[in-house]
Protein backbone atom coordinates (compact mmCIF):
# COMPACT_ATOMS: atom_id res chain seq x y z
CA UNK A 1 0.00 0.00 0.00
CA UNK A 2 1.00 3.70 -0.28
CA UNK A 3 0.21 4.08 3.35
CA UNK A 4 2.22 2.23 5.91
CA UNK A 5 0.35 -0.25 8.26
CA UNK A 6 -2.48 1.19 9.53
CA UNK A 7 -1.84 -1.02 13.06
CA UNK A 8 -4.10 -1.97 16.24
CA UNK A 9 -5.00 1.65 16.35
CA UNK A 10 -6.75 2.43 12.79
CA UNK A 11 -10.20 2.42 12.32
CA UNK A 12 -12.64 -0.52 12.16
CA UNK A 13 -15.93 -1.38 10.50
CA UNK A 14 -18.75 -0.58 13.83
CA UNK A 15 -20.81 -3.57 14.91
CA UNK A 16 -23.91 -2.42 13.58
CA UNK A 17 -22.28 -2.30 10.16
CA UNK A 18 -21.62 1.51 9.91
CA UNK A 19 -17.76 2.71 10.09
CA UNK A 20 -15.61 3.86 12.79
CA UNK A 21 -13.66 6.52 10.59
CA UNK A 22 -15.54 10.36 11.37
CA UNK A 23 -13.29 12.59 9.69
CA UNK A 24 -12.22 12.14 5.75
CA UNK A 25 -9.60 14.26 4.40
CA UNK A 26 -10.97 15.56 0.37
CA UNK A 27 -8.09 17.37 -1.04
CA UNK A 28 -9.44 20.39 -2.01
CA UNK A 29 -6.81 20.86 -5.40
CA UNK A 30 -9.52 21.28 -8.19
CA UNK A 31 -11.63 23.07 -5.52
CA UNK A 32 -9.38 26.01 -5.15
CA UNK A 33 -8.75 26.82 -9.10
CA UNK A 34 -10.32 30.12 -9.76
CA UNK A 35 -12.98 29.22 -12.20
CA UNK A 36 -13.47 25.49 -11.27
CA UNK A 37 -13.44 22.16 -12.95
CA UNK A 38 -15.55 19.52 -13.80
CA UNK A 39 -13.75 17.61 -10.91
CA UNK A 40 -14.34 20.90 -8.56
CA UNK A 41 -17.74 19.17 -9.09
CA UNK A 42 -17.40 16.12 -8.82
CA UNK A 43 -15.05 17.06 -5.13
CA UNK A 44 -17.73 19.31 -3.81
CA UNK A 45 -20.80 17.00 -4.65
CA UNK A 46 -18.51 14.24 -2.61
CA UNK A 47 -17.55 16.40 0.41
CA UNK A 48 -21.36 17.04 0.77
CA UNK A 49 -22.27 13.09 0.30
CA UNK A 50 -19.57 12.44 3.11
CA UNK A 51 -21.86 14.39 5.12
CA UNK A 52 -24.96 13.55 4.22
CA UNK A 53 -23.38 10.07 5.26
CA UNK A 54 -22.70 11.11 8.95
CA UNK A 55 -19.17 11.32 8.16
CA UNK A 56 -17.47 15.01 8.83
CA UNK A 57 -15.38 16.07 5.92
CA UNK A 58 -11.90 18.19 6.15
CA UNK A 59 -10.65 19.80 2.75
CA UNK A 60 -6.87 20.07 1.95
CA UNK A 61 -5.84 23.46 0.63
CA UNK A 62 -2.50 23.70 -0.84
CA UNK A 63 -2.30 28.10 -0.97
CA UNK A 64 -0.02 29.69 -2.91
CA UNK A 65 1.36 32.40 0.34
CA UNK A 66 3.13 31.40 3.26
CA UNK A 67 0.70 30.89 6.79
CA UNK A 68 1.52 31.65 10.04
CA UNK A 69 -0.35 31.59 13.13
CA UNK A 70 -2.70 34.00 12.58
CA UNK A 71 -6.07 31.85 11.40
CA UNK A 72 -8.15 34.43 9.71
CA UNK A 73 -5.28 34.97 7.37
CA UNK A 74 -4.63 31.50 7.24
CA UNK A 75 -8.48 31.45 5.77
CA UNK A 76 -7.71 33.95 3.90
CA UNK A 77 -4.89 32.79 2.07
CA UNK A 78 -6.67 29.92 1.03
CA UNK A 79 -9.09 31.99 -1.50
CA UNK A 80 -6.56 35.08 -2.55
CA UNK A 81 -6.97 35.96 -6.00
CA UNK A 82 -3.98 35.24 -7.98
CA UNK A 83 -2.44 38.26 -10.05
CA UNK A 84 -2.59 37.69 -13.57
CA UNK A 85 0.39 39.78 -14.64
CA UNK A 86 3.51 39.18 -12.39
CA UNK A 87 6.94 41.23 -12.80
CA UNK A 88 9.38 38.73 -14.28
CA UNK A 89 11.47 38.70 -10.98
CA UNK A 90 8.45 37.87 -8.87
CA UNK A 91 7.87 34.84 -11.46
CA UNK A 92 11.43 33.83 -10.79
CA UNK A 93 11.22 33.97 -7.02
CA UNK A 94 8.22 31.84 -6.90
CA UNK A 95 9.04 29.17 -9.33
CA UNK A 96 12.61 28.85 -7.64
CA UNK A 97 10.95 28.65 -3.89
CA UNK A 98 8.76 25.72 -5.65
CA UNK A 99 11.31 24.00 -6.55
CA UNK A 100 12.64 24.08 -3.13
CA UNK A 101 9.39 22.52 -1.68
CA UNK A 102 9.65 20.00 -4.71
CA UNK A 103 13.15 18.88 -3.48
CA UNK A 104 12.06 18.35 -0.24
CA UNK A 105 8.42 17.03 -0.75
CA UNK A 106 9.27 13.40 -0.88
CA UNK A 107 10.63 13.72 2.82
CA UNK A 108 7.27 15.11 4.11
CA UNK A 109 4.87 17.73 4.25
CA UNK A 110 2.92 19.32 7.09
CA UNK A 111 -0.71 20.32 7.57
CA UNK A 112 -1.85 22.81 9.83
CA UNK A 113 -5.57 23.47 10.17
CA UNK A 114 -7.42 26.37 9.29
CA UNK A 115 -11.05 26.85 10.82
CA UNK A 116 -13.70 28.10 9.03
CA UNK A 117 -15.07 31.60 10.55
CA UNK A 118 -17.64 32.24 8.38
CA UNK A 119 -16.29 35.97 8.33
CA UNK A 120 -15.12 35.29 4.55
CA UNK A 121 -17.61 36.34 1.81
CA UNK A 122 -17.63 33.29 0.05
CA UNK A 123 -20.97 32.58 -1.65
CA UNK A 124 -21.59 29.25 -3.38
CA UNK A 125 -17.20 28.42 -3.30
CA UNK A 126 -17.48 28.12 0.51
CA UNK A 127 -16.08 25.20 1.25
CA UNK A 128 -18.37 22.78 2.38
CA UNK A 129 -16.34 21.65 5.64
CA UNK A 130 -15.77 22.88 8.39
CA UNK A 131 -12.22 21.78 9.29
CA UNK A 132 -9.85 22.97 6.32
CA UNK A 133 -6.02 21.97 5.88
CA UNK A 134 -3.19 23.66 4.04
CA UNK A 135 -0.06 22.73 3.30
CA UNK A 136 1.75 25.73 0.95
CA UNK A 137 2.00 25.32 -2.80
CA UNK A 138 1.88 21.07 -1.64
CA UNK A 139 0.09 19.62 -4.90
CA UNK A 140 2.19 21.41 -6.93
CA UNK A 141 5.27 20.94 -5.18
CA UNK A 142 4.38 17.03 -4.88
CA UNK A 143 3.43 16.52 -8.30
CA UNK A 144 7.10 18.07 -9.92
CA UNK A 145 9.01 15.61 -6.98
CA UNK A 146 7.15 12.71 -7.97
CA UNK A 147 8.37 13.57 -11.68
CA UNK A 148 11.74 13.97 -10.70
CA UNK A 149 12.11 11.27 -8.03
CA UNK A 150 9.09 8.81 -8.49
CA UNK A 151 8.54 9.60 -4.95
CA UNK A 152 5.18 9.95 -2.84
CA UNK A 153 5.03 13.05 -0.73
CA UNK A 154 3.81 11.81 2.69
CA UNK A 155 1.07 14.22 4.26
CA UNK A 156 1.54 14.84 8.21
CA UNK A 157 -1.13 17.13 10.06
CA UNK A 158 0.21 19.44 12.81
CA UNK A 159 -2.48 21.45 15.39
CA UNK A 160 -5.14 20.89 17.59
CA UNK A 161 -7.86 19.57 15.12
CA UNK A 162 -9.06 16.00 15.00
CA UNK A 163 -6.97 14.59 12.20
CA UNK A 164 -8.50 12.96 9.37
CA UNK A 165 -9.22 8.54 9.44
CA UNK A 166 -9.31 8.09 6.02
CA UNK A 167 -8.32 10.52 2.85
CA UNK A 168 -10.15 10.14 -0.16
CA UNK A 169 -8.09 11.90 -3.14
CA UNK A 170 -10.27 13.56 -6.35
CA UNK A 171 -8.25 13.15 -8.84
CA UNK A 172 -4.97 11.33 -9.29
CA UNK A 173 -2.17 12.68 -6.92
CA UNK A 174 1.42 12.07 -5.89
CA UNK A 175 0.03 12.55 -2.29
CA UNK A 176 -0.49 10.21 0.68
CA UNK A 177 -1.92 10.46 4.15
CA UNK A 178 -0.08 7.40 6.03
CA UNK A 179 -1.56 5.16 8.60
CA UNK A 180 -4.81 5.96 7.38
CA UNK A 181 -6.80 4.82 3.72
CA UNK A 182 -5.98 6.04 0.90
CA UNK A 183 -8.50 6.34 -1.83
CA UNK A 184 -8.01 7.34 -5.18
CA UNK A 185 -10.39 8.93 -7.88
CA UNK A 186 -9.28 8.15 -11.17
CA UNK A 187 -12.14 9.73 -13.89
CA UNK A 188 -10.26 8.61 -16.80
CA UNK A 189 -7.20 7.75 -19.17
CA UNK A 190 -7.20 10.50 -20.84
CA UNK A 191 -3.53 11.46 -21.24
CA UNK A 192 -2.66 7.76 -22.47
CA UNK A 193 -5.76 7.15 -25.02
CA UNK A 194 -5.93 10.81 -26.22
CA UNK A 195 -2.02 11.81 -26.24
CA UNK A 196 -2.91 14.27 -29.02
CA UNK A 197 -5.33 16.28 -26.85
CA UNK A 198 -3.56 16.44 -23.35
CA UNK A 199 -0.60 18.57 -22.25
CA UNK A 200 0.42 16.54 -20.00
CA UNK A 201 4.01 14.51 -19.08
CA UNK A 202 2.85 11.03 -20.57
CA UNK A 203 5.73 9.02 -18.63
CA UNK A 204 4.83 10.64 -15.85
CA UNK A 205 1.23 10.24 -15.82
CA UNK A 206 1.58 6.40 -16.53
CA UNK A 207 4.34 6.20 -13.45
CA UNK A 208 1.48 7.49 -11.70
CA UNK A 209 -1.33 5.92 -12.24
CA UNK A 210 0.34 2.25 -12.17
CA UNK A 211 1.84 2.99 -8.72
CA UNK A 212 -1.52 4.13 -7.62
CA UNK A 213 -3.12 0.83 -9.44
CA UNK A 214 -0.65 -1.59 -7.95
CA UNK A 215 -0.56 0.31 -4.08
CA UNK A 216 -3.55 2.42 -3.42
CA UNK A 217 -5.72 1.23 -0.83
CA UNK A 218 -8.27 1.51 -3.40
CA UNK A 219 -9.37 3.13 -6.56
CA UNK A 220 -13.08 5.02 -7.31
CA UNK A 221 -13.86 5.95 -10.79
CA UNK A 222 -16.88 7.33 -11.93
CA UNK A 223 -18.14 4.98 -14.71
CA UNK A 224 -17.50 1.26 -16.13
CA UNK A 225 -16.12 2.44 -19.29
CA UNK A 226 -13.47 3.82 -17.17
CA UNK A 227 -13.20 1.27 -14.73
CA UNK A 228 -12.99 -1.30 -17.70
CA UNK A 229 -10.30 0.60 -19.65
CA UNK A 230 -8.22 1.16 -16.15
CA UNK A 231 -8.04 -2.87 -15.05
CA UNK A 232 -7.46 -3.25 -19.08
CA UNK A 233 -4.58 -0.90 -19.24
CA UNK A 234 -3.20 -1.29 -15.11
CA UNK A 235 -4.50 -5.33 -14.86
CA UNK A 236 -5.51 -3.95 -11.41
CA UNK A 237 -7.28 -6.60 -9.22
CA UNK A 238 -11.53 -5.90 -9.80
CA UNK A 239 -11.69 -6.23 -6.51
CA UNK A 240 -9.93 -3.22 -5.34
CA UNK A 241 -11.69 -0.55 -7.95
CA UNK A 242 -15.20 0.75 -7.70
CA UNK A 243 -17.44 2.81 -10.44
CA UNK A 244 -19.74 5.04 -7.78
CA UNK A 245 -20.73 7.16 -10.97
CA UNK A 246 -21.17 10.92 -10.15
CA UNK A 247 -23.90 12.56 -9.26
CA UNK A 248 -26.10 15.81 -11.33
CA UNK A 249 -27.43 18.61 -8.85
CA UNK A 250 -28.65 21.65 -10.20
CA UNK A 251 -30.11 23.62 -7.13
CA UNK A 252 -33.87 23.64 -7.36
CA UNK A 253 -34.20 27.53 -7.14
CA UNK A 254 -31.81 27.37 -10.43
CA UNK A 255 -33.61 24.08 -12.10
CA UNK A 256 -37.67 25.29 -10.81
CA UNK A 257 -37.04 29.32 -12.13
CA UNK A 258 -40.61 29.75 -14.17
CA UNK A 259 -40.36 29.79 -17.92
CA UNK A 260 -41.45 32.95 -18.62
CA UNK A 261 -38.98 34.72 -16.68
CA UNK A 262 -36.30 32.18 -17.47
CA UNK A 263 -37.16 33.07 -21.47
CA UNK A 264 -36.91 36.92 -20.84
CA UNK A 265 -33.22 36.66 -19.64
CA UNK A 266 -32.65 34.41 -22.07
CA UNK A 267 -33.94 37.38 -24.90
CA UNK A 268 -32.75 40.66 -22.79
CA UNK A 269 -29.03 39.42 -21.57
CA UNK A 270 -27.88 37.01 -25.13
CA UNK A 271 -30.56 39.07 -27.77
CA UNK A 272 -31.25 35.53 -28.47
CA UNK A 273 -34.94 33.47 -29.17
CA UNK A 274 -36.39 31.03 -26.55
CA UNK A 275 -35.48 27.33 -28.15
CA UNK A 276 -33.86 29.00 -31.17
CA UNK A 277 -30.32 28.54 -30.80
CA UNK A 278 -28.07 25.37 -30.03
CA UNK A 279 -25.61 25.53 -27.10
CA UNK A 280 -22.51 23.89 -26.48
CA UNK A 281 -21.05 24.14 -23.43
CA UNK A 282 -17.61 22.94 -21.13
CA UNK A 283 -14.42 23.78 -21.23
CA UNK A 284 -12.39 24.58 -24.59
CA UNK A 285 -9.90 21.69 -25.10
CA UNK A 286 -9.67 19.14 -28.07
CA UNK A 287 -11.52 16.21 -26.42
CA UNK A 288 -14.41 17.89 -26.05
CA UNK A 289 -14.57 17.95 -30.02
CA UNK A 290 -15.85 21.85 -30.88
CA UNK A 291 -13.57 21.92 -33.99
CA UNK A 292 -15.37 19.39 -35.53
CA UNK A 293 -18.75 20.29 -34.19
CA UNK A 294 -18.17 23.74 -35.32
CA UNK A 295 -17.55 22.26 -38.77
CA UNK A 296 -20.27 20.11 -39.33
CA UNK A 297 -22.54 23.56 -37.69
CA UNK A 298 -21.23 25.51 -40.11
CA UNK A 299 -22.19 23.04 -43.12
CA UNK A 300 -25.91 22.52 -41.45
CA UNK A 301 -28.66 23.44 -43.37
CA UNK A 302 -29.96 25.61 -40.37
CA UNK A 303 -30.98 28.90 -39.36
CA UNK A 304 -30.54 28.53 -35.56
CA UNK A 305 -27.39 29.92 -33.68
CA UNK A 306 -24.68 27.94 -32.07
CA UNK A 307 -23.98 29.63 -28.83
CA UNK A 308 -20.40 28.25 -27.15
CA UNK A 309 -19.84 28.69 -23.45
CA UNK A 310 -16.42 28.34 -21.92
CA UNK A 311 -13.15 29.39 -20.87
CA UNK A 312 -10.27 28.30 -23.07
CA UNK A 313 -8.14 25.29 -21.47
CA UNK A 314 -5.82 23.89 -23.58
CA UNK A 315 -5.00 23.98 -27.08
CA UNK A 316 -7.64 26.09 -27.27
CA UNK A 317 -6.94 28.19 -30.54
CA UNK A 318 -7.35 25.09 -32.80
CA UNK A 319 -10.30 24.15 -31.82
CA UNK A 320 -11.98 27.73 -32.09
CA UNK A 321 -10.49 28.20 -35.57
CA UNK A 322 -13.61 28.70 -37.44
CA UNK A 323 -15.26 30.89 -35.31
CA UNK A 324 -12.22 33.40 -36.25
CA UNK A 325 -12.65 33.05 -40.28
CA UNK A 326 -14.86 35.04 -42.30
CA UNK A 327 -17.52 31.73 -42.90
CA UNK A 328 -18.85 33.96 -39.71
CA UNK A 329 -19.49 37.51 -40.74
CA UNK A 330 -22.99 36.75 -39.79
CA UNK A 331 -22.49 36.15 -36.54
CA UNK A 332 -24.33 32.38 -36.56
CA UNK A 333 -21.95 31.00 -33.91
CA UNK A 334 -21.66 33.75 -30.61
CA UNK A 335 -18.70 32.52 -27.88
CA UNK A 336 -19.23 33.68 -24.30
CA UNK A 337 -16.36 32.98 -21.48
CA UNK A 338 -17.30 31.44 -18.23
CA UNK A 339 -21.01 31.89 -16.61
CA UNK A 340 -22.61 31.63 -13.29
CA UNK A 341 -24.70 28.24 -12.60
CA UNK A 342 -27.65 30.44 -13.00
CA UNK A 343 -26.92 32.42 -16.15
CA UNK A 344 -26.00 29.01 -17.71
CA UNK A 345 -28.77 27.31 -16.78
CA UNK A 346 -30.60 29.58 -18.04
CA UNK A 347 -29.05 29.37 -21.47
CA UNK A 348 -29.42 25.49 -20.90
CA UNK A 349 -33.00 25.93 -20.82
CA UNK A 350 -33.42 27.94 -23.70
CA UNK A 351 -31.38 26.14 -26.48
CA UNK A 352 -32.90 23.93 -28.80
CA UNK A 353 -30.62 21.47 -28.05
CA UNK A 354 -27.38 21.19 -26.17
CA UNK A 355 -24.39 19.37 -28.47
CA UNK A 356 -21.85 17.92 -26.76
CA UNK A 357 -20.38 15.11 -28.74
CA UNK A 358 -17.38 14.74 -27.17
CA UNK A 359 -14.61 12.50 -28.09
CA UNK A 360 -14.13 11.22 -24.93
CA UNK A 361 -15.37 11.60 -21.46
CA UNK A 362 -14.66 9.53 -18.22
CA UNK A 363 -17.68 10.53 -17.24
CA UNK A 364 -19.82 13.36 -18.96
CA UNK A 365 -21.33 15.79 -16.35
CA UNK A 366 -22.55 18.71 -19.20
CA UNK A 367 -24.66 16.19 -21.16
CA UNK A 368 -26.31 15.27 -17.79
CA UNK A 369 -26.53 18.79 -16.86
CA UNK A 370 -28.88 19.20 -19.70
CA UNK A 371 -30.77 16.84 -19.48
CA UNK A 372 -31.71 17.38 -15.84
CA UNK A 373 -32.89 20.51 -16.78
CA UNK A 374 -34.81 19.47 -19.78
CA UNK A 375 -32.86 20.38 -22.73
CA UNK A 376 -32.49 17.94 -25.45
CA UNK A 377 -29.09 17.04 -25.93
CA UNK A 378 -26.65 15.42 -29.21
CA UNK A 379 -23.87 13.09 -27.15
CA UNK A 380 -21.58 10.92 -28.77
CA UNK A 381 -20.16 7.12 -28.69
CA UNK A 382 -17.11 8.45 -26.99
CA UNK A 383 -15.79 7.36 -24.09
CA UNK A 384 -18.91 6.98 -21.15
CA UNK A 385 -21.61 8.81 -22.72
CA UNK A 386 -23.41 6.03 -23.70
CA UNK A 387 -23.52 4.50 -20.30
CA UNK A 388 -24.71 8.04 -18.77
CA UNK A 389 -27.12 9.37 -21.28
CA UNK A 390 -28.77 6.08 -22.10
CA UNK A 391 -31.76 6.27 -24.68
CA UNK A 392 -32.37 9.77 -23.95
CA UNK A 393 -29.66 11.91 -26.24
CA UNK A 394 -28.97 11.67 -29.52
CA UNK A 395 -25.72 9.61 -30.43
CA UNK A 396 -23.18 10.17 -33.21
CA UNK A 397 -19.51 9.50 -34.07
CA UNK A 398 -17.66 12.25 -32.60
CA UNK A 399 -14.93 11.71 -35.61
CA UNK A 400 -17.66 12.04 -38.07
CA UNK A 401 -18.19 15.39 -39.40
CA UNK A 402 -21.02 14.36 -41.61
CA UNK A 403 -22.87 12.68 -38.80
CA UNK A 404 -22.96 15.20 -36.56
CA UNK A 405 -24.10 17.93 -39.09
CA UNK A 406 -27.30 15.58 -40.04
CA UNK A 407 -28.16 14.84 -36.01
CA UNK A 408 -28.10 18.61 -35.86
CA UNK A 409 -30.41 18.94 -38.88
CA UNK A 410 -32.77 16.29 -37.54
CA UNK A 411 -32.80 18.01 -34.22
CA UNK A 412 -33.32 21.50 -36.19
CA UNK A 413 -36.49 19.85 -38.09
CA UNK A 414 -37.86 17.54 -35.45
CA UNK A 415 -39.91 19.04 -32.64
CA UNK A 416 -41.45 15.72 -31.89
CA UNK A 417 -37.74 14.43 -31.72
CA UNK A 418 -36.99 17.41 -29.31
CA UNK A 419 -39.99 16.82 -27.28
CA UNK A 420 -39.23 13.34 -27.06
CA UNK A 421 -35.25 13.49 -25.58
CA UNK A 422 -36.87 16.90 -23.15
CA UNK A 423 -39.11 14.39 -21.83
CA UNK A 424 -36.57 11.22 -21.16
CA UNK A 425 -33.56 13.52 -19.84
CA UNK A 426 -34.64 13.88 -16.66
CA UNK A 427 -35.30 10.69 -16.21
CA UNK A 428 -32.47 9.25 -17.09
CA UNK A 429 -30.63 12.23 -14.64
CA UNK A 430 -32.90 10.92 -11.60
CA UNK A 431 -30.15 7.48 -12.11
CA UNK A 432 -27.43 10.13 -11.03
CA UNK A 433 -28.96 11.89 -8.22
CA UNK A 434 -27.36 13.12 -4.78
CA UNK A 435 -29.40 10.01 -3.60
CA UNK A 436 -28.50 7.49 -5.68
CA UNK A 437 -24.73 8.82 -5.49
CA UNK A 438 -24.56 8.45 -1.64
CA UNK A 439 -26.16 5.09 -1.74
CA UNK A 440 -23.04 4.05 -4.62
CA UNK A 441 -20.46 6.26 -1.78
CA UNK A 442 -21.80 4.47 1.17
CA UNK A 443 -21.49 0.71 -0.10
CA UNK A 444 -17.96 1.85 -1.25
CA UNK A 445 -17.18 3.10 2.33
CA UNK A 446 -18.76 0.26 4.45
CA UNK A 447 -16.35 -2.10 2.14
CA UNK A 448 -13.10 -0.50 2.18
CA UNK A 449 -13.13 1.58 5.43
Not at 46 to 57: D, F, K, N, S, V
Not at 168 to 196: E, F, G, K, M, R
Not at 224 to 233: D, H, L, P
Not at 432 to 444: E, G, N, T, V
Amino acid sequence: MLSSPRGGGGPRRGGGGWLAVRNILIDGFNLGLAQGSGIATYARNLALATRELGLEPQILYGPRNPLGRNNRLNEAALFEAEAPDRPAWRERLLLAQRLGRAAVSPLGRTAIPVYASGELLLGSTAPPAKTLWAARDVFRAAGLAFRWTRAFTPLSFAGDAAVPEAAHWTCPLSLVAPNIPNLYTIHDLAPLTLPWATLDNKRAAHALLARLCARADHIVTVSEASRAEIIRTFGIDEARITNTYQAVDIPAQVRERPEAEVAGEVERLYALPWQGYFLFFGAIEPKKNLARLIEAYLTANVAARLVVVGAPAWLAEQETALIRTDLNRDERIRRFGHLSLTMLASLIRGAKAVLFPSVYEGFGLPALEAMQLGAPVLASTGGSLPEVVGEAALLVDPFDVDAIRKAIEALDADADLRGELSRRGPIQAERFSPAAYRQRLSKLYTRVL
